[in-house]
């Protein structure tokens, strides 16, 4: 069983829409994460939740809007693409919200035309 | 404020070369410390951790020390493989709500 799994993998959509991508975990962990690697490979947070609860969020424009539903699922949706959000993003979760590691799911790319 | 720094990649070595990426990071107090691999394609998997100075994380052949004094966390492994290539990044966490910060990534590249 997939431990933190993330769909759709790969995401192609024009400027201007709106799409969602959605994050499941079955470790039972506490805290959820978005992450945004871009085409350096750098990594950054966007957001972290702790049982439903914004904890993080890191100066995200507000077209980004995550949203949980329960402490299992954490989806990014994101309005009116720009061409600059292409990037990979990646879904994570960890048992707390301090000094542990968290599990990565595989990961979309987006890619913005 | 906290931060990693990594070496540069890209690392080109031959098959059972010896590997050294170097780590450091600045924290305030006494964060724990990772290393991710990131395979071709693939997403983040946690290759080692160390939670307090001194401690050692290994695993696959790979290791990598806390050493508070020189604010590093190396990594090395003895003899890489083929298989090794990948992105290797360090990355630290602190009680700042769980989140990592990661170092810009390595990439390794190994020959036969």
């Known amino acids: 069983d997939t431990a933190v799994s993330q769909t759709p993998k790969y995401l192609v959509t024009q400027m201007g829409n709106d799409k969602s991508i959605k994050c499941e975990q079955n470790l039972g962990h506490d805290t959820m994460y978005w992450y945004k690697q871009d085409s350096k490979k750098f990594l950054k947070i966007m957001f972290s939740y702790n049982n439903k609860e914004l904890i993080i969020n890191e100066t995200v424009p507000n077209r980004f809007s995550p949203k949980s539903p329960d402490k299992a699922h954490l989806n990014l949706h994101i309005n009116s693409l720009e061409l600059g959000d292409s990037a990979v993003y990646f879904c994570?979760?960890?048992?707390?919200?301090?000094?542990?590691?968290?599990?990565f799911g595989q990961g979309t790319r987006l890619t913005v035309v | 404020g906290n931060s990693v720094t990594q070496m540069e990649g890209p690392v080109t070595l031959s098959e059972e070369a010896f590997l050294t990426i170097n780590c450091t990071y600045t924290a305030t107090g006494y964060p724990s410390l990772f290393w991710y691999v990131q395979y071709p394609g693939e997403g983040l998997q946690l290759l080692l951790k160390a939670t307090k100075a001194d401690d050692k994380g290994s695993n696959k052949g790979f290791e990598a020390t806390y050493r508070k004094e020189t604010t590093s966390f190396h990594l090395e492994k003895g003899s890489v493989q083929v298989s090794d290539s990948a992105v290797y990044f360090c990355a630290l966490v602190y009680n700042q709500g769980g989140k990592l910060i990661f170092g810009q990534g390595t990439e390794l590249s190994v020959k036969p």
């Open positions: 994570a979760s960890s048992p707390q919200h301090s000094n542990t590691e968290a599990f």
